[in-house]
Nanobody, 119 residues
């Protein structure tokens, strides 16, 4: 079992910054990839970015490239999403999720953290 807890969300003005954290606990040695997914009210979930736990290679959605950066802290089993130049359309609940070794899709999800960007 892997337990994920997001934090760092809040209210920020357009152009501002926030850093989200996702702390993993439990069977963390089995994690192969961690990612961020967001969902705005009435909309489908949207992939934001991910980081491979072994290679540290990252992927980001086109909509956030150049503004968002994903990173990790192995010692803390934590992944971060640094969000800069925030836009109102970034407003959503942000979830972190994990893929375990042998898996191909996100199997574990956090509870989500709200990010609200005012215009």
């Amino acid at each position: 079992q892997v337990h994920l807890v997001e934090s760092g969300g809040g209210l920020v003005q357009a152009g501002g910054s926030l850093r989200l954290s996702c702390a993993a606990s439990g069977r963390t040695v089995s994690i192969s990839d961690m990612g961020w997914v967001r969902q705005a009210p009435g909309k489908e979930r949207e992939f934001v970015g991910s980081i491979n736990w072994i290679s540290v290679s990252t992927n980001s959605a086109t909509s956030v490239k150049g503004r968002f950066t994903i990173s990790r802290d192995n010692a803390k089993n934590t992944v971060y999403l640094q969000m800069n130049s925030l836009k109102p359309e970034d407003t959503a609940v942000y979830y972190c999720a994990a893929i375990l070794r042998g898996g191909a899709e996100y199997a574990y999800w956090g509870q989500g953290t709200q990010v609200t960007v005012s215009s």
